[in-house]
């Protein structure tokens, strides 16, 4: 299992905090050994499991120029029409991703193409499944025109847990399908606006995979 560039530092620290409060408690309290083995055993249980969310797995990706593919794992919790009101100003079929504490975290590229702008905008930490998340939340706005000439926009969401949005791109940059370009800490969620003619593969509660399952055909 590879462990994502933005866990390595992060793991490294609680790794000698963890150590350091275990040994601190041996140290003081040696005779307690019922309570050292409960400490050590939450504290490795809560290592492993800050250890699974910072997992970066090998995609394989089939890309396909019709296909958008889902930019995070996590569970569809939006599938709806709607007015995007950043970028477009009309209306937009949008499909919401939400990533809990448990999913892999990697943000990955729906389809190839050119970023046309990149934007990221401070701001609340509501849970990541409000409706206002969308628009009031930490977040970053991507528009990203496929070879196809038809733009799309992928935002990343920060949540009440994530408060770190993290990407490696900006405006002018090109992107395959299935390409990393950021990843968001711990629980979060993602929105992608298409063309309302969008052949829709997806429904609400259906599990996602980045960069495998197909959330439409344009």
Same mark, same amino acid.
């Given at each position: 299992?590879?462990?994502?560039?933005?866990?390595?530092?992060?793991l490294?620290?609680?790794?000698?905090?963890l150590?350091?409060? +275990?040994?601190v408690?041996?140290?003081?309290?040696?005779? &307690?050994?019922?309570?050292?083995?409960?400490?050590?055993?939450?504290?490795?249980?809560?290592f492993?499991? @800050?250890?699974?969310?910072?997992?970066?797995?090998? @995609?394989?990706v089939?890309?396909? $120029?019709?296909?958008?593919?889902?930019?995070?794992?996590?569970? @569809? @919790?939006?599938? =709806?029409?709607?007015?995007e009101?950043?970028y477009?100003?009309? =209306?937009?079929?949008?499909?919401?991703?939400?990533m809990?504490?448990? +999913?892999?975290?990697?943000?990955r590229? $729906?389809?190839?193409?050119?970023?046309?702008?990149?934007?990221?905008? $401070?701001?609340?930490?509501?849970?990541?499944?409000h409706?206002?998340?969308?628009?009031?939340?930490?977040?970053?706005?991507?528009?990203?025109?496929?070879?196809s000439?038809?733009?799309?926009?992928?935002?990343?969401?920060?949540?009440?847990?994530?408060?770190?949005?993290?990407y490696?791109?900006?405006?002018?940059?090109r992107? &395959? &399908?299935?390409?990393e370009?950021?990843?968001?800490?711990f629980?979060?969620?993602?929105?992608?606006?298409?063309?309302?003619?969008?052949?829709?593969?997806?429904?609400?509660?259906?599990?996602?995979?980045?960069?495998?399952?197909?959330?439409? =055909?344009?």
């Open positions: 299992m590879t462990i994502h560039k933005e866990g390595q530092g992060f490294s620290v609680l790794i000698i905090l150590l350091a409060l +275990n040994l408690l041996f140290h003081y309290f040696p005779e &307690q050994s019922t309570i050292l083995y409960i400490v050590a055993g939450i504290s490795f249980f809560f492993i499991m @800050v250890l699974q969310f910072f997992r970066s797995p090998t @995609v394989n089939h890309t396909n $120029p019709t296909h958008i593919l889902a930019p995070a794992d996590g569970k @569809v @919790v939006v599938v =709806e029409k709607t007015v009101r950043e477009f100003k009309d =209306e937009r079929i949008q499909i919401s991703i939400f809990s504490p448990i +999913n892999v975290h990697v943000n590229s $729906p389809a190839k193409g050119s970023v046309k702008l990149f934007k990221y905008h $401070p701001g609340k930490y509501l849970v990541a499944w409706p206002k998340s969308s628009t009031e939340n930490e977040r970053t706005t991507m528009v990203l025109t496929l070879d000439g038809v733009d799309i926009v992928v935002r990343q969401i920060a949540g009440v847990l994530a408060r770190r949005i993290k490696y791109i900006s405006a002018g940059e992107l &395959q &399908q299935g390409e370009f950021g990843f968001i800490k629980g979060s969620r993602l929105d992608v606006f298409l063309p309302t003619k969008s052949k829709i593969k997806v429904k609400t509660g259906m599990k996602t995979k980045a960069g495998v399952t197909v959330l439409a =055909e344009i």
